[in-house]
């Protein structure tokens, strides 16, 4: 199975913050990675698919970059309502995995 | 704009066998995999298996054999069974929807806690 690593794992940051997550794979999957955003309670939400397109309705503020194992998503200027867990996931080789998460605290 | 929306027991005991099934509403059924992912309180995500409208199923080998999918496309529906349920399967168990042509997960059903306990 690939591995999926991200962080930190919690992360304290202030309104208006610019914020970046790194997820790295323990083997190249091109940019088959997606980005997801999970508040508690609730299902997670996708952000980001193919490394950097952006899902439709996600605000521009969120950015993803990357490709092969190294990917980064970036939150710029970030607003009260993206206070929430951040997980990737690989779809490059079956199962696909998932990072453990990075949690997005208030400083 | 599909809506995923899943039921079921939500309190077993050890041994028993789990069994959810998601109702998808709006959009096409065909055309997609439909998958299970799950997630022990305060933990990750865990990739079950998926399934498309034909009944082809992929599952996460991590589970073995206890893992099984069915599709009833007449009434848009899909459902998961996972055998010899423990502890270690206690968890909010979501469907989903795979994007056309890719692996990731843009439409997610609510979420059921499933608790095993004695």
């Known amino acids: 199975d690939i591995q999926m690593t991200q962080s930190p794992s919690t992360l304290s940051a202030s309104v208006g913050d610019r914020v970046t997550i790194t997820c790295r794979a323990s083997?190249?999957?091109?940019?088959?990675l997606a980005w997801y955003q999970q508040k508690p309670g609730k299902a997670p939400k996708l952000l980001i698919y193919?490394?950097?397109s952006l899902e439709t309705g996600v605000p521009s503020r969120f950015s993803g970059s990357g490709s092969g194992t190294e990917f980064t998503l970036t939150i710029y200027g970030l607003q009260p309502d993206d206070f929430a867990t951040y997980y990737c996931?690989?779809?490059?080789?079956?199962?696909?995995?998932f990072g453990q998460g990075t949690k997005v605290e208030i400083k | 704009q599909v809506q995923l929306h899943q039921w079921g027991a939500g309190l077993l005991r050890p041994s028993e066998t789990l069994s959810l099934t998601c109702d998808v509403y709006?959009?096409?059924?065909?055309?997609?995999?439909w998958s299970w992912i799950r997630q022990p309180p305060g933990k990750g995500l865990e990739w079950i298996g998926e399934?498309?409208?034909?009944?082809?199923?992929n599952y996460n080998p991590s589970l073995g054999s206890r893992v099984t999918m069915s599709v009833d496309t007449s009434k848009k529906q899909f459902s998961l069974k996972l055998s010899s349920v423990t502890a270690a399967d206690t968890a909010v168990y979501y469907c989903?929807?795979?994007?056309?042509?890719?692996?990731?997960?843009?439409?997610w059903g609510q979420g059921i806690l499933v608790t095993v306990s004695s």
């Open positions: 399934i498309n409208h034909s009944g082809s199923t």
């Open positions: 193919k490394a950097s």
């Open positions: 989903a929807r795979l994007a056309a042509a890719e692996a990731n997960i843009d439409c």
């Open positions: 083997q190249s999957i091109s940019t088959w």
């Open positions: 709006g959009g096409s059924f065909s055309g997609y995999y």
């Open positions: 996931q690989q779809y490059n080789n079956s199962p696909w995995t």
